[in-house]
C-alpha cells in the first residue's frame, strides 16, 4: 500500500515525500481509509508506531479538501482579515477550531503540533497550535486569536479557556484523544467528559490507547459511534524490536557503576535514563554530568521553557542522557535513543511499556535495561504478565552481583498461557535466553549466559 492509494490530498503527500515516509505504518494503512470515511475510531497501537499521522492524514485531507465556506468565497479566517484590513473595530471573537486533540502531557501536545506542522506544510489554510498548562496566557490568546483549524490541547489548561468563553466548540468536526488510558490514568476522566459534552454530536470520534480494556475502553465506546476497532498485532504491548534485559544490583553504589558502564556502551547513540523521583532525575543528572557524561533531567517541576529546550537539546544530540520521571518523559520521540535505563522501576506495568517505547522508534532497534534489586522481582514479574514477554536476566562481566535473583523471581512466570509468549520452546523445555545483542553491532562485556544460580523458567517448565 502506498499514501498515493489511499486518495490523500496532494499537498500532504508531497509532505509525506519530504518527510521521507515511503509507506504507510500497520496502523495508518488501517485506520487512514476508515477516517476518511468518516467512521468514528477505537485504536489500541503500540507508542511509535506511527499513530499520529493516523488520524492527523486523514483530517487535514479533508480541510486541505473543503472549499471557503462562504458566499463571500473567503474561509472565516480571510473573512475576519478582511473586516481588520476594513478598519472594523476589532472585538474578541472565540475561536472555533475544527478539530481537537487532547493529550496527557504538554510534550505529547507539542509533538504532535510539530507533526501536524510537517504534515500540512503545503497546505497553507491550516494552522495548528498548542494550547498548554504552564504556557503563558497572554500568548495563548494570541494563538487562539488566530483561530486555528486544530488545537492541540491538555485537558485541564483547555477547560480554562471553554470556562472563560476564549473557544467555542460548535463548529468542531474531528475529536481526538490520544494516549486516553494514560490521561486517565492522570485523572483527566471529568475534564474529558466536559470537553466531549461540549463538542457537537455530530462530530467525527478518534480514540488512541495502549488498551481498550476496562476503564478506557467503558469510555471508548460511550464516546464513539459505531467505531471500527483496530487493534495492531494482537497486542500493544510487544516492541518486538526492542531488547529487554534485567540486570540484577545489590545496592544504590552498584547500582551506579552498572549504570556509568552502560552508558559508556559504544552502541549506545542517547538515552533515557528513568527515575521514580524528580529529586533523583536531577541528582542522578548532575553526578552523571560529573562523570562525564552530556546529561539533563526533564522532569513536572521544571518550567515549560526549560523542558522544551532540554527536548530541543536531546534532539540536537547535545544531551546524550536525559534523566527523566514517567510523566515528563511520554511521547518523547527522537529517533537516536538507543536505550532505556529503567534506574527504577515503573510503578505500573503500562509506564513500563510506554518507557521502553521511547526507544526503537520508527522501526529502529532499540535496548531497554532494568535495574532491579532483589526486592522488586515480583514487579518484573507484574510486568511479564502484562507484556506477556519474558524479561532475560542478564549479567555484565566485572559487575556480578552478590545474588542474582529473589527466590520470588525464581518463579513460575503465571498469568498467561503457553502459545502467548515469544519463547517457541516445546513442553517440558527450558528456555534459557541468549545475551541479547546490543542495538548496532556488539555490545560490551556481556557474559554469554545467564547467572547459572538463578535458572529461569519459561511457562513450558511448570
Ligand atoms: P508516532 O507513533 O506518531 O509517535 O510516530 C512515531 C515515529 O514514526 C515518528 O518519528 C514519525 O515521524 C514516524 N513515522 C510515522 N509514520 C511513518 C511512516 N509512514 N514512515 C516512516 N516513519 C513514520
Keep these: 500500500m502506498t499514501f498515493e492509494s489511499l486518495g490523500l490530498h496532494t499537498s500532504i503527500l508531497k509532505a509525506l515525500t519530504e518527510a521521507g515516509y515511503t509507506e504507510p505504518t500497520t496502523v495508518q494503512a488501517q485506520a487512514v481509509p476508515a477516517a476518511l470515511a468518516g467512521r468514528d475510531l477505537m485504536v489500541s497501537s503500540q507508542t511509535g508506531s506511527g499513530k499520529t499521522a493516523a488520524f492527523m492524514l486523514p483530517a487535514l485531507h479533508k480541510f486541505a479538501s473543503a472549499e471557503p465556506a462562504d458566499e463571500s468565497g473567503k474561509t472565516p479566517n480571510q473573512e475576519r482579515q478582511s473586516a481588520r484590513s476594513r478598519g472594523d473595530r476589532p472585538r474578541f471573537q472565540a475561536a472555533q477550531p475544527k478539530m481537537l486533540v487532547l493529550t496527557p502531557t504538554r510534550e505529547l501536545a507539542l509533538q504532535v503540533t510539530t507533526a501536524t506542522d510537517k504534515y500540512s506544510i503545503y497546505a497553507r489554510r491550516i494552522k495548528a497550535v498548542s494550547i498548554l498548562g504552564g504556557m503563558p496566557y497572554p500568548k495563548q490568546m494570541q494563538l487562539l486569536s488566530r483561530n486555528p483549524e486544530i488545537l492541540v490541547a491538555t485537558p485541564g489548561r483547555l477547560i480554562d479557556h471553554m470556562e472563560s468563553g476564549k473557544i467555542d466548540f460548535s463548529k468542531l468536526e474531528i475529536l481526538v484523544l490520544d494516549e486516553a488510558d494514560r490521561m486517565l490514568d492522570m485523572g483527566f476522566i471529568d475534564d474529558i467528559e466536559k470537553i466531549v459534552a461540549a463538542t457537537p454530536e455530530t462530530r467525527q470520534t478518534m480514540l488512541f490507547s495502549a488498551t481498550l480494556d476496562g476503564v478506557v475502553g467503558n469510555m471508548a465506546k460511550r464516546i464513539t459511534k459505531d467505531p471500527l ?147 522488586e522481582g515480583m514487579n518484573i514479574k507484574r510486568i511479564e504478565r502484562f507484556t506477556k514477554q519474558i524479561i532475560p536476566i542478564e549479567v555484565i562481566e566485572g559487575f556480578e552481583p552478590k545474588r542474582t535473583a529473589s527466590p520470588s523471581h525464581a518463579r513460575k512466570p503465571g498469568g498467561w498461557k503457553p502459545g502467548d509468549s515469544r519463547s517457541a520452546a516445546k513442553p517440558g523445555q527450558r528456555t534459557f535466553s541468549k545475551p541479547a545483542a546490543a542495538p548496532r553491532g556488539e555490545g560490551g562485556g556481556y557474559k554469554g549466559n545467564r547467572d547459572a544460580s538463578a535458572p529461569r523458567r519459561s511457562f513450558t517448565d511448570r
Aim: positive net charge.
Design 229 to 375: 476497532v483496530i487493534q495492531i498485532a494482537g497486542s500493544a504491548t510487544k516492541h518486538e524490536n526492542i531488547q529487554q534485559r534485567v540486570h540484577f544490583v545489590d545496592d544504590l553504589s552498584h547500582k551506579n557503576r552498572v549504570l556509568d558502564h552502560l552508558l559508556r556502551d559504544e552502541t549506545m547513540d542517547q538515552a533515557v535514563v528513568f527515575t521514580a523521583t524528580k529529586r533523583d532525575a536531577d541528582t542522578i543528572a548532575d553526578r552523571l554530568n560529573i562523570a562525564g557524561f552530556a546529561a539533563a533531567a526533564l522532569h513536572g517541576d521544571m518550567h515549560q521553557g526549560a523542558r522544551n529546550r532540554t527536548l530541543d537539546a536531546m534532539r540536537r544530540g547535545q544531551v546524550r542522557v536525559l534523566v527523566a520521571t514517567d510523566v515528563a518523559a511520554r511521547g518523547i520521540d527522537v529517533p537516536a535513543i538507543t536505550h532505556v535505563v529503567n534506574y527504577d522501576l515503573p510503578k505500573f506495568p503500562e509506564d513500563y511499556v510506554h518507557r521502553i517505547g521511547r526507544t526503537g522508534r520508527a522501526g529502529r532497534k532499540g535496548l531497554a535495561i532494568s535495574l532491579v534489586n532483589h526486592a
